[in-house]
């Protein structure tokens, strides 16, 4: 069922020189085992040759995959080229720190054929960033996209977080102002959400903070498109902004659409046909299992044909194009419009869908309430 769709490979860098006290993605503050991982990593990529077909994205995450020498972001390239099949206009994304990213490391990461640069900006205001623990400041922020765009990267994204306590909107709406004013290709924009478990998050739970109220939260996520949108960009995705759909991010709408993809490195994600695995989330784990001549999965799941079509009605109300009615039958064996008749008309009637064109397609408000609409 999925194979028929062109797959999307994912690197997971499990390396910070710091850790965000917000951030739940998996990483260590530690980088003595890069070498160790190294070696891993491209034994595992042998593990999977020919599991696949050819991949027409590549997406290096992390993590921060920009504290990696030029040689090291080189050797992981060519594994992935002796592993694997790439297309010959495939979107070769990183991740990356301002404060990493210098001229040299630039021009070195697009020699190899990296041709879009993924920028965790996150704010341009020093207060913001040292509250949220960035080990980047306003100024290289600036610097990094500047020097970004003379070394030649034309499909640029910055990511962008709102929500933050004693943001308000007149701060935020600045931030965009600044992003905009560099014409990035791209641009995520994140509504700060705190892990239990993250130093903020428990510092939150303390109460030594209070998050924005539901209220301003939606005014947030009202506002950030309606400026974007009058700017030139399409809001394609719940969080994701695009100048034109050509800059949208192809191996991200791989996750929307049941694409399949591979997720190498420790606690990546993979998909093929109705079966997902995930990596451990350890990196001493990761090295020991292939070092053992094992794939390094933590767990193994095979999706039914009910869970499928329900994260396909999820993931695709998350973004403006929505669920096709016809295909959604053909592919999961199953009728929307005709099982779902009376909530269908009632979201019509609230404004937060529209059936156009055979498409269900999530409105403004929808999007805004993209969680709750997956429950139909």
Known sequence: MNLQKTPGLYIHIPFCLSKCHYCDFYSVASISVIPDFLKALSKEMEMYRNRFDVFETLYIGGGTPSLLSPQQIGEILTNVQKNFDLTADSEITIETNPADLDRTLLESMREIGINRINIGIQSFDDKMLHFLSRRHSAKQAISAIEASRKAGYQNIGLDLIHGVPAQDMDSWLDTLKQAVAFSPEHLSCYQLTLGATTPLGIRCQAGEFLMPGEELQYEFFIKTPEFLEDAGYIHYEVSNFARGMK???????????????????????????????????????????????????????SLTMEQLRLEALYLGLRTKKGVSLHD???????????????????????????????????????LAVADRLALI
Not at 252 to 261: A, E, I, L, R, V
Not at 341 to 350: F, S, T
């Open 247 to 301: 800059y949208a991010s192809r191996h991200n709408q791989k996750y929307w659409d049941h694409s399949p993809y591979l997720g190498v490195g420790p606690s990546a994600h993979s998909l093929q046909a109705n079966r997902r695995w995930w990596n451990h989330r350890s990196v001493d784990q990761y090295i020991t299992a292939i070092n053992a001549g094992n794939l390094p999965v933590e767990e193994t799941e």
């Open 328 to 366: 959604f039958k053909n592919r999961y064996q199953y009728d929307l419009f005709a099982e779902k008749k009376e909530i269908l008309d009632m979201l019509q009637e609230e404004g937060l869908v529209s059936i156009q064109d055979g498409r269900l397609y999530p409105t403004q408000a929808g």
